[in-house]
């Protein structure tokens, strides 16, 4: 008679113990085939935490650093060559942001290479454009770098007392013949001058149509109004003293606005071409925005890139012709990089301490180009004068 022996709970944990030593890791149980093959201690516990959603598991940070670097090493892509009218544009807004953002020591630097006169009294120089004559505070402005300009014209002297002080301010957007002077006394001795019709400055001008006519004398004042409307602003405009009397027949004079301020350009044709013409103006007045008005609103031909003063009721890029277009080599939606083309072309001064000063300033390339692309040629020294 066999005898029978206890199996013990101790007994019975060993055995399966060893059962399970035995089965080896990735091998399927006899009685649970057709079941996944074993994981790892953290993939089973990714698995446990991770939404049945169906979503790939997500990048590890070394693969993405990884994928990060062979993007890196990549070649870069050649870009397709630019076409002439894309190299226009490039140009133009490369033009626009230039000296404007620049380090005050550069500005200086310029302007000193822009001298076109100077003697003990007065300098000129070619002032550049989108720079304006005053700036808020702390903005770049040729004002703000004159103190560095006087230093360089005196050799860097640390004790230098020489000083420069703008005298005829042009606008921002208006390149050309600026003129300083040395000494308070200089100043008040030139608007003097300015005042008396002894300082004569004359510009050029590109202009979208043909002023009829030819040659002439703009005498209309000028006042500030607010344009109403979804974009609301003020522009300068016209206050004329006449208007057509109620029989169309005649002209009858009304009373001045006593906001108005009076304003008087002489103009005169250069050459014309393709709708578009080169317009010499002599301001005898100095109001503001004077020969953008005058030409935009009184001669219905506004300045190339005068996107204020080309439209009265909105603010909005100027509106070219087709065939200007096709000239300029531009599209339409590019029209608002071209600069304002408002050249001070010479400025003579009469009755100062010795000879007249007569100075004729260079065009600047962007100016040459338009001309050329328009067919306008320039004067010849005889007509210009």
């Not at 939404?51 to 990549?74: F, H, N, S, W």
């Not at 344009?227 to 609301?232: I, K």
């Not at 301020?261 to 317009?279: E, F, N, Q």
């Not at 031909?301 to 204020?308: F, Q, S, V, Y």
Request: aromatic share 4%; glycine share 6%; hydrophobic share 35%.
């Amino acid at each position: 008679m066999n005898s029978c022996r206890r199996i013990t709970c101790g007994d019975w944990m060993s055995g399966l113990n060893t059962v399970l030593l035995r089965i080896k890791p990735g091998t399927n149980c006899r009685r649970c085939s057709g079941t996944a093959p074993s994981l790892s201690r953290t993939q089973a516990t990714t698995e446990k935490h991770a939404p049945e959603t169906g979503e790939r598991p997500r990048l590890r940070a070394i693969d993405l650093a990884r994928k990060i670097q062979r993007e890196k090493t990549k070649p870069p892509a050649e870009k397709p060559p630019l076409s002439a009218q894309q190299k226009r544009v490039a140009d133009l807004k490369r033009f626009s942001l230039q000296l404007q953002n620049v380090h005050p020591n550069v500005l200086a630097k310029h302007l000193h290479r822009s001298i076109l006169y100077q003697d003990k009294d007065v300098v000129v120089l070619n002032k550049p454009y989108g720079v304006p004559v005053q700036g808020d505070s702390g903005a770049m402005s040729i004002s703000s770098v004159l103190p560095v300009l006087s230093k360089l014209m005196a050799g860097m002297k640390v004790k230098s007392e020489s000083q420069l002080l703008p005298c005829l301010g042009l606008e921002k957007e208006i390149t050309g013949a600026f003129l300083l002077a040395r000494r308070e006394e200089v100043v008040e001795h030139i608007l003097n001058l300015h005042r008396n019709n002894q300082v004569q400055r004359k510009y050029w001008v590109v202009t979208v149509g043909v002023p009829v006519p030819s040659e002439g004398v703009i005498d209309i004042p000028i006042i500030e109004r607010e344009v109403t409307g979804s974009q609301p602003h003020y522009k300068m405009a016209l206050n004329p003293l006449f208007k057509m009397n109620d029989a169309g027949d005649g002209m009858t004079k009304v009373r001045a606005h006593r906001h108005a301020h009076p304003a008087v350009t002489k103009y005169r044709v250069l050459d014309s071409s393709g709708g578009c013409s080169l317009v010499e103006l002599q301001p005898v007045t100095g109001v503001k925005h004077q020969m953008r008005v005058h030409m935009a609103f009184a001669l219905s031909c506004p300045i190339l890139g005068d996107h204020k003063y080309s439209h009265w009721n909105k603010l909005a890029p100027q509106k070219l012709p087709e065939r200007v277009l096709g000239k300029l080599g531009l599209e339409q939606s590019k029209i608002r990089y071209v600069p304002l083309h408002l050249l001070a072309r010479q400025l003579t001064l009469t009755g100062t301490s010795h000879a007249d000063i007569d100075v004729s300033c260079p065009l600047p390339k962007y100016f040459t180009q338009t001309l050329t692309r328009l067919q306008l040629s320039l004067p010849d020294k005889e007509d210009s004068k």
